[in-house]
C-alpha cells in the first residue's frame, strides 16, 4: 500500500519515532562522510502555490543527496488551475516520480491528490498542516534534550498550521504542548475535539497569558503572525498580538535551559525580536538545517514500506 504524509494523522506514533530514528541515523552518516545512495535514479516531483526556502530546498537537497533528483513546478503549471482534471495530473505526475510533495492553500487538494497518486504524498505545507516541519521540530527537541516525552513546548502565537501539526506531533510522543494565543485566534475547536479523542492521554491546553505559559517551558516557539494568505489581515494581527511578542523579557520568565524554536521565515522585530533570535538560548539553526535530515529520513522511511 502506497504510504502518504498529508497529515501527521497518516503515522501512527511508532512511525513518527521509527522516522526520527531513520533522520538521525542518516544524519550522524551524513557528518561523516557517508551519504548512502539509497534513492539513485529516483525522482521527486514538488508542486507548489507558495513561496518556500527551507522546504523546496531542503526536500530537493534531500533526493540529490540520496542519488535522485527533484523537479518542481507551480500548481498552475501542473495544469491545477483547471486545465486538467486532478485525477489526471495525479495519474500523469505519480507516473513519473518515486515522491510527490505539495505546498498548497487547501488541505483538501492535498488529500485528494493523494488518493489517486501511485507515489508517497508529501504535504509540504498547507493552511492547515505542516506535518514535516513538526517531525523536524521533534527531531530538534530530541536532539538537544535527548528525550520528548515529559517536555513542555510552549508555542507563543497564532493557532496556525504550525501550531496544529504541532500540537498533534506532541500528543503523540508525549510532550505537553500549550498555545498562548490571543481570544480569537486559538485552534479551531472542532480540531481540538478531535485530537482529544484521538489521543484521551494527550496534554494540550490553550491559554491567552504568554507570560505564565512560560513559566514551565523547555522550548518556547514562535512562529509568524500572519502566515501566507493572510497578508491583508496583517496589520490586524500585528495589533492583537502586540503582547505576544517573544522577546528577553518574556524568555527570561522562563527556566533555566529553556530553547527558543521558530520555523522560519521569521519576521524579526515582529513576533522575535532580535536578541532572542540571536541569542544563546535559539536552536532556530539547528532546526532549519534538521529539515534536509529530516527529509532524508523521511524518503528512505517511506521508500521502504
Ligand atoms: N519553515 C518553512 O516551511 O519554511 P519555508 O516556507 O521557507 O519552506
Ligand atoms: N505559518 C506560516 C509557516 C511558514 C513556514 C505560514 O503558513 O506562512
Redesign the pocket.
Not at 513561496?51 to 523546496?56: D, F, I, K, Q, V
Given at each position: 500500500m502506497t504510504r502518504h504524509l498529508t497529515s501527521l494523522y497518516d503515522l501512527a506514533p511508532q512511525d513518527v519515532l521509527a522516522i526520527l530514528d531513520s533522520a538521525a541515523d542518516l544524519k550522524a552518516r551524513y557528518r561523516n562522510g557517508d551519504c548512502p545512495q539509497l534513492l539513485q535514479g529516483r525522482v521527486l516531483a514538488q508542486m507548489f502555490e507558495k513561496?518556500?526556502?527551507?522546504?523546496?530546498n531542503s526536500f530537493e537537497a534531500a533526493m540529490i543527496n540520496l542519488g535522485g533528483a527533484g523537479i518542481f513546478l507551480t500548481t498552475e503549471e501542473a495544469g491545477l488551475n483547471g486545465r486538467e482534471s486532478l485525477r489526471d495530473v495525479a495519474t500523469v505526475l505519480s507516473s513519473y516520480s518515486a515522491i510527490i510533495t505539495m505546498r498548497t492553500y487547501s488541505q483538501q487538494l492535498i488529500e485528494d491528490f493523494a488518493k489517486i497518486s501511485s507515489c508517497p504524498v508529501i504535504n509540504a505545507?498547507s493552511d492547515e498542516r505542516?506535518p514535516c516541519?513538526a517531525l523536524t521540530d521533534l527531531l530538534t527537541i530530541r536532539e538537544t534534550f535527548g528525550r520528548l516525552e515529559g517536555l513542555h513546548l510552549v508555542f507563543v502565537g497564532d493557532g496556525n498550521n504550525v501550531a496544529m501539526s504541532l500540537s498533534i506531533a506532541s500528543a503523540m510522543t508525549g510532550l505537553k504542548f500549550t498555545l498562548a494565543v490571543p481570544q480569537g485566534f486559538a485552534m479551531p475547536e472542532e480540531f481540538c475535539t478531535d485530537l482529544a479523542k484521538r489521543f484521551p492521554e494527550a496534554q494540550v491546553e490553550q491559554v491567552h497569558d504568554p507570560l505564565s505559559a512560560v513559566s514551565t517551558a523547555d522550548v518556547v516557539y514562535t512562529d509568524v503572525w500572519a502566515s501566507m494568505g493572510q497578508e491583508e489581515d496583517a496589520a490586524r494581527r500585528q495589533q492583537a498580538f502586540a503582547n505576544f511578542q517573544v522577546n528577553e523579557a518574556l524568555l527570561n520568565l522562563a527556566p533555566d535551559g529553556v530553547k527558543f524554536m521558530h520555523?522560519?521565515?521569521a519576521k524579526r522585530g515582529l513576533e522575535v525580536t532580535d536578541d532572542v533570535m540571536d541569542g544563546s538560548s535559539s536552536i532556530v539553526f539547528q532546526q532549519a538545517e534538521n529539515r534536509m535530515h529530516l527529509a532524508r529520513g523521511l524518503f528512505a522511511w517511506l521508500l521502504a514500506q
Open positions: 513561496p518556500s526556502l527551507r522546504t523546496r505545507l505542516h516541519q520555523d522560519l521565515p
